[in-house]
């Protein structure tokens, strides 16, 4: 958290590409950025929307 705003790294995790999740992610909650396959970031959310992003990783991978 900086300056009020959500910034977030996305690492790769066996069968998943992080700058894919950080694409399927991004609009979720509003946030900007990007990457390649092994590492990936995004910001511009705000910070109390941490909650929403969690939940959105966990439907989008499947589990927790």
């Known amino acids: 958290v900086a300056d009020g705003k959500l910034l977030l790294a996305v690492s ?5 590409h992080a700058g894919d999740l950080a694409k399927k992610l991004g609009p979720t909650l509003g946030l900007k950025g990007g990457g ?9 959310a705000e910070a ?5 992003y969690k ?3 966990v439907s989008l991978i499947g589990h927790a």
Do not use: T
């Not at 790769?12 to 998943?16: D, E, K």
């Not at 109390?48 to 929403?52: A, T």
């Open 48 to 52: 109390n929307r941490i909650e929403e």
């Open 12 to 16: 790769a995790i066996s069968g998943y």
């Open 55 to 57: 939940s959105a990783l």
């Open 36 to 44: 390649s396959n092994r590492a990936a970031q995004l910001g511009g």
